[in-house]
């Protein structure tokens, strides 16, 4: 099993519409980054979560990071053609250098 | 040139060639880390360099061979790949390796097709 998994795997929308991407961790989450990914080129970097309760915004996304569920949420509000593209949590471990990616969300937005 | 950067964007290799990736920051950082990502994977973290040491390798086979001559540079050689190889080699570099407070930021990958 994944580390880190994201639900649903894809979603389509039409443009204008709200969504909601979820991450869940197995282990217990000291902080959480959304990423967004344009197919088949780099990461961008969206936002980091850290404390629980916490939310963070960037334009029309919203993320929230529930520490006691291990689980993290990603919203887009009123949704466009340019949100399109792959959602990736990733969160590294308390100790050493590893770091965990999402299965990833493909989204589509239909104009 | 800002950001990270990756060249060759596209590579196309037979499994008895040599090749290597190169990727460059232009962000001051100290640490920087080769991934894979894979058709329907997760991304997979292969090194990390810090201080242009590197602090991890996630049981790569030996047929990817790192290199970071400095905290700006970072080379992934390349040599007798095979066909599962192929995927899309991301670099990303963070002020330092570790900890839950750096973000690492992605260069745009290189796409590597091993025939």
């Known amino acids: 099993s994944q580390e880190l998994e994201q639900s649903p795997q894809s979603l389509i929308v039409q443009e204008g519409k709200n969504l909601t991407i979820n991450c869940t961790s197995s282990?217990?989450?000291?902080?959480l980054y959304w990423y967004k990914q344009k197919y088949g080129e780099g990461l961008i970097f969206l936002m980091m979560?850290?404390?629980?309760?916490e939310e963070k915004s960037h334009e029309k996304i919203t993320a929230k990071l529930d520490e006691k569920k291990q689980q993290s949420s990603l919203h887009i509000t009123a949704s466009q053609p340019s949100h399109a593209g792959i959602y990736l949590c990733?969160?590294?471990?308390?100790?050493?250098?590893?770091?965990?990616f999402g299965t990833g969300t493909s989204l589509t937005v239909i104009p | 040139e800002t950001g990270v950067t990756q060249t060759p964007r596209h590579l196309v290799m037979g499994m008895t060639n040599k090749k290597s990736l190169k990727c460059e920051q232009h962000?001051?950082?100290?640490?920087m880390y080769w991934y894979k990502q894979s058709a329907k994977k997760p991304l997979e973290l292969m090194f990390v360099?810090?201080?242009?040491?590197?602090?991890e390798n996630n049981s790569v086979p030996s047929r990817f061979s790192p290199e970071c001559p400095n905290s700006s540079h970072l080379f992934l050689h390349l040599h007798t790949l095979q066909p599962e190889d192929s995927a899309l080699y991301l670099c990303?570099?963070?002020?330092?390796?570790?900890?839950?407070?750096?973000?690492?930021?992605f260069g745009p990958g290189t796409r590597l097709t091993v025939l």
């Open positions: 962000l001051g950082h100290n640490a």
């Open positions: 360099y810090n201080f242009k040491e590197q602090t």
């Open positions: 990303a570099s963070s002020q330092n390796s570790g900890g839950l407070r750096d973000t690492q930021y």
């Open positions: 282990k217990t989450l000291y902080g």
């Open positions: 979560l850290q404390k629980g309760g």
């Open positions: 990733g969160a590294a471990r308390a100790t050493g250098n590893q770091f965990y």
